[in-house]
């Protein structure tokens, strides 16, 4: 897989709402320092639907998001289940933070009790304190073999990588 260009900005304790309200802001900001692209990743959280979410972003990202994938700058990926189940799909990693040699992620994460599993191996965390544990450690091929939506995902962040 081709990340070694890539570069993970991960806003800690930004939250959905406030990423999305500076979402235009970002967008010119990852063009004026010339990246090659600017992914947000969202999971649904309760929303019906990918464009209930897109409907809460500014006209300009929208507008961006319609664009056809090979033209685009801004993509929205939205993870079919809760972001958790992606960082749960990698054993090793999940291991290296947690302490816990015993781990193994099941076949299809996002069928998982991740709450529940999380919970055993972290105690009382946060979405963002797990995801900064996690983020050092976790290997993108590893977890994709793990979770369908995030194989979806690094095969998009694929296609990205080559086309640029």
Not at 43 to 60: H, L, M, N, Y
Not at 153 to 159: A, F, G, P, Q
Request: hydrophobic residues 35%; proline residues 3%.
């Amino acid at each position: 897989m081709g990340f070694s260009n890539l570069r993970v900005r991960h806003p800690s304790n930004e939250g959905t709402p406030n990423l999305i309200k500076r979402a235009s802001d970002r967008l010119n900001n990852f063009r004026n320092a010339r990246y090659e692209a600017g992914i947000i990743l969202l999971d649904a959280d309760r929303e019906p639907c990918v464009t209930a979410i897109r409907s809460k972003f500014s006209v300009e990202c929208r507008v961006e998001f319609q664009l056809g994938r090979d033209l685009r700058f801004l993509h929205l990926v939205v993870a079919k289940k809760k972001l958790e189940s992606w960082l749960l799909a990698d054993t090793d990693a999940v291991r290296q933070s947690s302490g816990n040699s015993y781990y193994s992620a099941v076949e299809e994460t996002s069928t998982a009790n991740y709450d529940h599993t999380i919970r055993e191996l972290y105690g009382d965390i946060s979405k963002v304190a797990l995801a900064g544990k996690l983020s050092s450690r976790f290997d993108p091929p590893r977890g994709s073999s793990n979770s369908e939506s995030f194989s979806y995902y690094t095969n998009l962040l694929n296609r990205l990588t080559q086309n640029h």
